[in-house]
């Protein structure tokens, strides 16, 4: 009988600080298979509330068939802004995985860190490709200064992605401050809390926010060769990827929800402004053209949930940090025998 194992935060926590490297590999590994026919990922669900309109839960599974890394998983994760008013975390989760062969839920580990590092090190493999030979100084500027900001920049610091100076922008004055301080540390590079306008004029651009509609118009003028790495999805407006190159994750995945893409395909009645995936270009499609500004777009694919946390329950059973439950599902058979 297949043993059942419960992964806690500071568990996870540990494995993914040793771990940047690894999860990056993962991730590109994941959006390969992805590419390659050789995962399955289901259409995201999302519940909403009536009475709170800025909060969700979204339901992410997928199937990885890849080798000896073959995942069956679920994130549930849950996005309740008002939640940092109050001091609290504005995203949790939790990750199912599931047998490969039999289907029976063999884990269950907390999501939101791994969630967290599964995107920053999605932008990093992102502004990597993207980047290819122009790899030269420059400033990244961050709108939204959160936990995900946090993970992209301390993944993307792991890449040949240089960094000269960070700078950032967020509604919380304390947040920006407290991110600047985190950069300059972490980068060991100049660090500042700015204006927005500041941080979109930044040579890579993170916007990692929770806005719900686009807030970044057409008086933003993204220059030829600036990368945004556009994160939360919903902040710029159409108008500004129809200029634009554009990459994302998952055309069928990135093209809902009222996306900022969603948003570029109702107003051209058109896909054609996408010019790639992440897949293709980590299989070898050529850079994008740097004549335009580039706008990488990851809706973020239960796939890489799956990758990661796979991941993170090997090494937090090799290590002892997983605790088992061994007769969590109990002998079916026996009681209803």
Request: charged letters at 20%.
């Amino acid at each position: 009988m297949t043993e059942f194992h419960v992964v806690p935060g500071p568990v996870v926590a540990d494995v993914l600080a040793r771990s940047h490297q690894q999860v990056m590999s993962a991730v590109a590994d994941a959006y390969l298979a992805h590419e390659n026919g050789e995962a399955t990922i289901a259409p995201s669900a999302f519940l909403r509330f009536p009475d709170r309109p800025n909060a969700r839960v979204i339901a992410l599974s997928a199937h990885l068939k890849e080798g000896n890394a073959r995942r069956v998983g679920m994130k549930w994760i849950s996005s309740f802004p008002d939640n940092v008013a109050r001091g609290e975390h504005r995203a949790s989760a939790v990750i199912v995985l599931n047998d490969h062969e039999t289907g029976r839920p063999v884990a269950c580990l907390e999501g939101a860190r791994i969630s967290a590092a599964r995107t920053g090190a999605a932008a990093a493999v992102a502004a990597r490709l993207v980047l290819g030979d122009r790899l030269t100084g420059g400033t990244v500027g961050f709108v939204g200064s959160g936990p995900i900001a946090a993970s992209v920049l301390d993944h993307v610091l792991r890449t040949p992605v240089p960094v000269t100076e960070v700078v950032c922008h967020d509604l919380d004055a304390a947040s920006s401050a407290a991110f600047a301080r985190h950069a300059a540390r972490a980068a060991g590079v100049p660090a500042r809390a700015v204006a927005k306008a500041e941080a979109l004029a930044a040579d890579l651009v993170v916007l990692a926010t929770s806005a719900l509609a686009p807030h970044i118009g057409t008086e933003t003028v993204l220059r030829p060769g600036q990368v945004v790495l556009n994160i939360s999805l919903r902040d710029l407006a159409p108008e500004l990827l129809l200029d634009a190159h554009n990459v994302v994750d998952d055309v069928d995945h990135c093209l809902r929800a009222d996306t900022s893409p969603h948003l570029a395909e109702q107003l051209s009645g058109s896909r054609a402004f996408v010019s790639a995936t992440i897949g293709q270009l980590l299989a070898g499609r050529p850079a994008p053209d740097h004549t335009r500004p580039v706008v990488v777009s990851p809706f973020g694919l239960g796939v890489l949930d799956v990758a990661v946390a796979g991941h993170v329950l090997d090494e937090a059973i090799a290590s002892g940090g997983a605790v088992p439950i061994p007769d969590f599902l109990g002998d079916v058979r026996r009681e209803h025998g």
